[in-house]
């Protein structure tokens, strides 16, 4: 049995992405995703709850607030790295995945972690952690 509990935000960024598959993404554009941030583990806490919602949303907060509003091919963390929709759901995951192994959200029986950044209505990417 497994519990999830899953908090929302969202990204705004500006990048261009590197490869003829890319077609008119190579040249820079705007894009804005929505960020589903989901926690698991396999028993709740003393308090019956798998988080603390209030603290697992402050951390997604402000890792995705140091990207929004960037142009990520600035950025000194992501030079080399195509940030397609796939990677930029691993850079969040892992720090997320290391703000919650410093004890940032207080939910040491965390087993996981699935970030998902949802591009439109119709496509999206996820990433999964292991903690």
């Known amino acids: 049995m497994t519990f999830s509990v899953t908090v929302r935000d969202h990204l705004m960024i500006a990048h261009s992405l590197r490869g003829d ?28 709850v798998v988080v603390d919602i209030g603290r697992a949303g402050d951390v997604v907060r402000e890792i ?4 929004t509003y960037r142009n990520l091919d600035d950025e000194p963390d992501l030079q080399g790295v195509n940030t397609t929709t796939e990677r930029l759901c691993q850079v969040v995951g892992d720090r997320l ?17 699935t970030v998902t950044l949802h591009e439109s209505h119709v496509a999206w990417a996820s990433y999964e952690v292991s903690l």
Do not use: K, N, W, Y
């Open 21 to 48: 598959v890319f077609g008119p993404a190579q040249q820079l554009h705007g894009a804005t995703f929505l960020v589903d941030a989901t926690f698991r583990a396999d028993e709740l806490d003393a308090d019956g």
């Open 64 to 67: 995705v607030g140091a990207l």
């Open 97 to 113: 995945a290391a703000r919650v192994r410093d004890g940032a959200v207080g939910a040491a029986r965390l087993t996981g972690i």
